[in-house]
Structures are given as C-alpha cells and as structure tokens.
C-alpha cells in the first residue's frame, strides 16, 4: 500500500461511523478465515492452538505437493518458501498483538520446514536461504522486543523451544544454520538458560560426524558462548575469551562487532590491522569494518585508501563508495583518468568493464567486449545504441549460437536469448535470425517449433 492509498484508508475509517465499522468487520471475518483470525487475535481471544495446527496442515500440505520421490525441485523450493514467508509476516503479526509465544512458535515452525529442506530441495534460487534470513530476522526482532516485558520463567520456556529445534538431526552438515537458530534469540538468554544452552551446543557437537561439520560446530560453539558473555553484560569475561580465542577469525569478528556497537573504534581499528596482517583469507572482511569505522570516525583519507586497496584486489563493490568520496573531496574529475587506466591494468576483464559500463566508457568498453566475448550477453543492451554493427555479430556468434549440443533445452535457451536480443536490439534482425536458423537446420523439427514460439511473440 502506497501513502496515497494509505491516507485515502485512514480518511475513509475516520469519517465511518462506529456502528458501520462494526458491521463491516462481522460481515467480512463471516467469509475472510484469515481476517477472522486477526480480528480476534486483536480484539477477541485467539484459539493459538487451532490457528499453529491450521498452519502446521497448510505448510505440510504445501511441502507434500510440490515433494516428488521425496524432494522438492527448483520451482517447488520457490513456492514453498513463498508461503513459509507469508508464514513469518503472519507470526510476527501476532507479536505484535501481544501473543508471544505463540509467535515464536510460528517461527521456530518455520524454520523446522525449512531445515528439513536443506537436503531434500533444489535451493539454487536462493529463496530458501532468503527465508531462512528473513525468519531469523524476525526471532531476533521478536527477543529484542519482549525481553524487558517478559519473565526469566517465559525466557527460559522460550529458549527451550529454540533448543528442541536447535538439536534436529536436520541440521546435520549446516552448522550456521543450526547455530542462528539460538544466536538469534539471545536477548532472552539468562544465566540459568545460558548453562542450558551451552549442554545443548555440546551435546550436538558430540553428535555431528568427525570433518567439517564437528570443526565448524566448534566454531560457532565458540561464538555462542562469546555473544552470551557479551548479552549477560559480563564484558571482562567476554574480553579475556575473546582474546584467547582471537586467532579464530570468527571469534575476532565477534570482538570487532562488539567494540564498533560500543563506539570503541580505536580498539575495533586496531584489531582489524592485527588481523589484515595475519589472515590474508579474511582481509575483504576486515576492510569492510575498517570502512564502517573510518566513516563513523570521519577518517576521510583512511576510509579513502581502503576502498581503493578494495577496489584493486578486484572488488568491485567498493568502486561507488570510493567515487563519492572523491566527489565530497572535490578531486574525483582529477584523479578519475588516473583510477580508469589503473583499472584497465589491474581489475579483471569482468571488473573493468562494469566500470566502463557504471561510467558510460562505451568506446573503451566494446574494446574489452570484442577482447572478451563471453562478456557480450552481459554489455549488449549498453553498446547496441552505438555500435548496433558489431554488435549484432558478436551477440549471434557468442551468445544465440553458444550451445555446443544440439536439444529442446539448448533450442529454449537460443530463443530466449534471441528475445532478449529483440528487446534492445532490432525485431527485424531477431526474425532473420530465426528464420536462417530454421533453414539451416531442417533436419531439426524441435529449433524451429522453439524459434517459432519466439517469433510469434516478436
């Protein structure tokens, strides 16, 4: 809903009269199950345990549809995530309504069904790993907010919930998952629970299987038990295990998070510069808290060269922050010339042409294009408008005609790419395409039903 739409909603239900809301709202939860549902969770008393049981059949009823020979395929992976989300929203709904619990047990379902997908789901999409951000999200979002309402008794209630979900056998080979699912309900922790907890991470580490899988448990069991020294305020036993452990980067990242939320960033600074010099794997990750703490601390000049040592070890996300700094400092038309030829010399063809790309560098760009085909799919639309010529060569020779078998697929695959040709580039050329493909392979009746679909939406 837009603001427009918003403030035309508010100055309809202000100028209603009581009784008239009154009927609208009986008339519509009559036929609405889900505005029912809210309408008494706001208002009325909320039966939890029919509405987590309706929800437990929707989603298991979702997940056994799209389940064929007991896996879930990419598009099954999609749809099933779809509706854990809307899931997440309803839950957090009725947090803010008040039912806590009963929230949290909405979550923890969530991420249940989506720990037993982790093994048994084409998730290549990326839709199962956005659902799994979204739902921890929402358990940290929820802890935060009722810690200080909330009795030590109910923490305590809740954190065993997580606890049952944190032990499924699920989760076996996804240590960060599994670890999220208490990490992020740790603004409930007490020191009682925090003995409960830890049992717990043993407990799973004992059973995990000897490799990869016990050593990052051990890792995170780490973590765990620096972030609850740090969330029960107990700062010199949090510090002095940090820093017993701060060769582990990822104990080193925990001590760097919590000097930058405490505004020490003299010592964040420092530890990250330990770090650099002893953790080359891990150098992208200090630079980006370097960033964070140079912009907090306005050290213009520092934020400056670590973006530009970023920026040359081909990562090419630093290139706007690094752009807008020149430009507050006023010596980005300067020093632009410069960066752009050290660029050329030190980026990767990929790197250097999103570069040109970002700056409209059209001429050195179809250079690096003609240089690198397999960069022609991605700068076509940028280039077609002034060099349609050669570019109409080179997207026919790397990107319509880069299928080295013959089948349906690879046929789909060219038509799409011919209409993706069509949608920058010109219609007429698409259709001659097409039509010399079909001649030149009459022996192939599935290209030219392919292509003729694709056609026929030219």
Request: one cysteine or more; aromatic letters at 10%; hydrophobic letters at 35%.
């Amino acid at each position: 809903m837009n603001s427009e739409e918003k403030q035309s909603l508010i100055k309809a239900v202000n100028e209603a009269s009581p009784e008239g809301l009154r009927q609208f709202i009986i008339n519509q939860a009559q036929f609405d199950p889900a505005f029912f549902q809210d309408v008494t969770a706001q208002f009325g008393d909320l039966d939890t345990d029919a509405e987590f049981a309706a929800t437990k059949k929707m989603v298991q009823a979702t997940v056994r549809h799209n389940k064929s020979y007991g896996f879930i395929d990419y598009q099954g992976c999609i749809v099933v995530c779809n509706v854990l989300d809307d899931v997440i929203n309803k839950y957090m709904l009725r947090f803010r309504q008040g039912h806590y619990h009963h929230a949290m047990n909405g979550l923890l379902f969530v991420v249940e069904t989506a720990g037993k997908m982790l093994s048994n789901a084409d998730s290549s999409s990326g839709a199962l790993t956005d659902t799994f951000d979204r739902v921890y999200s929402a358990m940290k979002n929820l802890s935060t907010n009722i810690a200080p309402e909330i009795l030590d008794s109910q923490k305590q209630i809740l954190i065993k919930d997580a606890i049952r979900i944190f032990k499924r056998k699920f989760f076996s080979g996804w240590a960060e998952e599994r670890y999220k699912c208490i990490l992020n309900i740790l603004p409930l922790v007490t020191s009682k629970s925090a003995k409960t907890i830890m049992t717990a991470s043993k407990a799973v580490i004992k059973s995990t299987d000897d490799g990869y899988d016990t050593s990052q448990s051990k890792i995170y069991d780490k973590i765990l038990q620096a972030r609850i020294l740090i969330q029960l305020g107990q700062a010199a036993e949090a510090k002095q295990f940090m820093d017993d452990n701060k060769d582990i980067p990822q104990i080193r990242e925990v001590e760097i998070q919590d000097a930058v939320h405490n505004k020490q960033y003299q010592l964040a600074e420092q530890l990250c510069l330990e770090a650099s010099k002893q953790d080359q794997g891990w150098r992208r990750i200090w630079e980006k808290y370097l960033i964070k703490i140079y912009d907090a601390t306005d050290q213009l000049q520092k934020q400056e060269d670590v973006l530009e040592s970023r920026l040359f070890s081909n990562y090419p996300d630093a290139y706007e922050p690094l752009k807008q700094l020149m430009q507050q400092d006023h010596t980005w038309e300067k020093r632009y010339p410069g960066l752009l030829a050290k660029a050329s010399k030190k980026l990767s063809p990929d790197n250097y042409a999103f570069i040109l790309a970002k700056e409209h560098e059209f001429a050195k760009l179809i250079k690096v294009v003609m240089q690198h085909p397999e960069l022609t799919e991605t700068y076509s639309p940028d280039l077609y408008e002034s060099y349609p010529d050669i570019i109409n060569k080179l997207y026919y020779q790397n990107v319509v005609m880069n299928e080295k078998y013959p089948g349906r697929k690879a046929y789909r695959r060219m038509g799409r790419r011919i209409k993706r040709y069509a949608e920058f580039g010109s219609t007429d050329t698409a259709k001659k395409w097409i039509n010399e493909l079909i001649d030149k392979y009459p022996s192939r009746p599935a290209l030219a039903e392919e292509l003729e679909k694709i056609k026929t939406k030219l």
